[in-house]
């Protein structure tokens, strides 16, 4: 398993690269999407959906109908997006569980990791307050296509503290590992780690090491859902961190066509 030390390496790189911009004619955009090998996507027509997102009242072609907050701009297995919840992606303000959860539906990792929505923390954090359901809980672990819990490499999923920041929970069973992932340094390690081991008691696995492990660091709170995103991203295809906190506007503006066609158009 790689855990991911050469964050601070790619860090020197992407330092060099930011001060080395200012001499390159291309946008900040542009070099971004050469960084991270994006060649189905444009500046130009991330430029254009921004375009048609910021238009209010009026479409900016009279053939085209006015854009409603409430109207689909796509759907993405079980979760449908409304112009309202594309337009969290501007820049500073805070992500909603619509979008977190329909991009992760767009990741597809390797065999050996699951990747689970938004609502499965929430139903064990609900379960453990009210009392453990096992064969409940077995038909919720179904519901994800997981039938043998311990026989999957690894589990990855979001994690909402006290609605107002993100962390990402990966259930390493190769290593009998709870990794967690914090870009904030909120000091909820223990409190998250003691119930995912609770969960994982009660489903008949032993006890698991903690690991708080290093992950870039964000600057701003209102990017901690972006951070998540990219989180499970890198970690669910094991993958190096490739992103800084410097990253996020772009991500938001690429995230925007990714969930309008459907696909993922940038490494993590």
Sequence with gaps: MKYHHLYKKNQEKLQRSANQSSLDKRSKLEIFLEKHNSQEITENMILEEEKILSFKGKSHNDNLKSLQDTDIYSEIGDFSLTYKDIKKLYPRKWINDQIINSYLKLLQPEPNAFILDTYFYQTIQTMAEQGW??????????????????????????????????????????????????SFKSQNFENVCVLIESFLENIGIGKYDWHEMETPIQEYAYDSGIFVIKTIQAVA???????????????????????KHGKVFVDS
């Design 133 to 182: 359901d096992i064969s409940k809980l077995t038909r919720i672990i179904a519901r994800y296509g997981i039938y043998n819990f311990s026989k999957v490499p690894l589990i990855v999923f979001p994690v909402n503290i006290k609605q107002a920041h993100w962390v990402t929970i990966c259930i390493n069973n190769i290593d009998q590992v709870i990794e967690y992932y914090d």
């Design 237 to 259: 295809f094991n993958k190096d961190f490739f992103f800084c906190s410097q990253d996020m506007e772009f991500y938001r503006k690429v995230m925007m066509l990714e969930l």
